[in-house]
């Protein structure tokens, strides 16, 4: 086998065993990240058969990271980060805080010295970012104020990370000059924010918006694409900061954007295959036999992570008053170590700080706590509602009262392509007291119709982000406007988002009517049939034929047709 086929051994390997032991964990009703580790461990240099590149998997990881909190920017907008800007600068630190000084304690009777414990405990401190993400998105968290406090904590730990990886080289190198380091690092950052956020946000959406007037949709995805990874490559190297960092400032500017939801639907079909890769690069650097030796080390370090760190956030949460809904599946969900956390150990390795030994107790305990993590969370929500029923329990009864029904509410419809018909149906439905949502392709559409405050969404109505950022899931039905509109694709996507929305669909020929409703469409308006009705009925009524005649021969002509 050649040498230079190592990428496609890789991906190969990989994704084959994860799709394999993932499918076999989600049947055992636990997480597929459970699934995604083992394949790692599987497919390392510890376990005989087949062995993946560790350092081609790391990479594919990483570029996950980057698509993943690129996503991830695309719905947290800055007003966001600057709502829970408090309680996640102030948790953060204190969480960091407290896990450094456990860690310099337990640490201290391995026979490590304090400086080391330090470096540990801080590495051990940071969250993963993929972990976190996918948890909050499959408990249907990551846009409530739950994923907003989580996720703004995170980006605070990333930042801390981020000083941290430039200042130890610094600060432990014989002669280095910490204030001078830490200016620097300051500025890059600054320097980046500035760039991204400032000078993004009037260039990405220009860019962005004369790629989209092309209306090829192969050029959209990688335009998108290369902003993502371009930005976060120059992050790096250009400002010091992490490439995770700058996809998630590139993400911020483009979610700012009326090409946020087509940007998360069409260009970001690869993130989920990378990230699973970061679940078998870690699996692969874990090595069973260290077990034998090192497990004391290993539970202390699980303790840190699993105990220390959620106490902390759940004390800092409760400091801010937050409710205990919000607070325990906060905490849960930093109970667990993620890419930084590895970067902090080798970095501490390579400077002699520690040796491999804590390697080797980093990687299991890391591993056991991304597993049971999503458990973990679950159940930490499963307790706040218990908790939450029983103080409304011991309140007063009239409670149940005060939700009042808002009459000013009014039925959502999605409108799908804004041509003639579109524009005929958004009318009447304007007048009848309901609420037409477009969704529409073309961006000069989009942007004159935001103008006239109509809502509106850009993006491909077969891909079901679009759809669900349309609000579909709420909707009372789905009008597909148009026979350019590949409703046989867009039907089952659509009732997959909500079964119980009425979907009208527009065709061209009869021909198509029966196959649209045998995949969920409720009506079917087709050209054909439509035109065909018309002229008939013209030519009876002119014909003077009776009205009870005319209706009957319609009748019959509907049957069919149809």
Known sequence: MPHDVNLILTLAGGLSAALVLGFITQKLRLSPLVGYLLAGIIVGPHSPGFVADASTAAQCAEIG??????????????????????????????????ATLASMGLLHLFGFDLLSG?????????????????????????????????LGWLVVEDIFTILLLVLL????????????????????????????????????????????????????????????LGIAVAAAEFFGASMALGAFLAGMVVGQSEFSARAAAEALPLRDAFAVLF?????????????????????????????????????MTSLFRKPLKLGLPVAASLSQVGEFTFILAGLGISLGVFDQRVNNALIPAAIISITFNPMLYRKAKDVALWWEKRKRGNAAEPSACLIVPDEGNRARVVVVGYGPVGRSCCRILQDS?????????????????????????HGDAMQAEVLREAGLEKAEALLLTSPSIPAGEVTPIARAVNPHARILA??????????????GADA?????????????????????????YVQTELERVREKLD
Not at 68 to 84: E, Q, T
Not at 443 to 452: F, G, P, Q, Y
Request: glycine share 8%.
């Open 118 to 150: 330090a470096v540990y405990g801080m590495a051990i401190s940071v969250a993963s970012t993929v972990v976190l993400t996918r948890v909050l998105a499959d408990n249907h968290d990551l846009h409530n104020p739950t994923g907003h406090v989580a």
């Open 65 to 98: 990271v980057i698509l993943l909190m690129f996503g991830v920017g695309l719905h947290f907008h800055l007003k966001d980060l600057l709502a829970v800007g408090a309680i996640a600068t102030g948790g953060a630190a204190a969480q960091i805080s407290l």
């Open 506 to 519: 527009h065709t061209a020929f009869v021909s198509e009517a029966r196959s649209l409703r045998d995949k």
């Open 524 to 548: 079917v308006f087709s050209g054909e049939r439509e035109v065909a009705l018309a002229m008939a009925e013209y030519l009876l009524r002119s014909a003077g034929a009776p009205e009870a």
């Open 433 to 457: 007291s309901m609420l037409p949502v477009v969704v529409e392709m073309n961006i000069d559409t989009v942007r004159l119709l935001r103008s006239e405050g109509v809502p509106v969404v």
């Open 279 to 315: 679940f078998v690069s870690v699996g692969m650097l874990f090595d069973p036999a260290s077990l034998a030796q090192d497990w004391p080390l290993m539970l202390a370090t699980l303790f840190v992570i699993m105990i220390v760190k959620p106490l902390g956030a759940l004390l």
């Open 169 to 228: 080289p610094s600060v432990l190198s014989p002669g280095g000059e910490f204030w001078s380091a830490l200016g620097m690092t300051l500025l890059k950052l600054a320097a980046l924010s500035v760039f991204t956020l400032v000078v993004g946000q009037k260039l990405i959406p220009l860019f962005l918006g004369y790629v989209a007037r092309t209306g090829t949709r192969d050029l959209f995805t990688l335009a998108v694409l290369a902003l993502a």
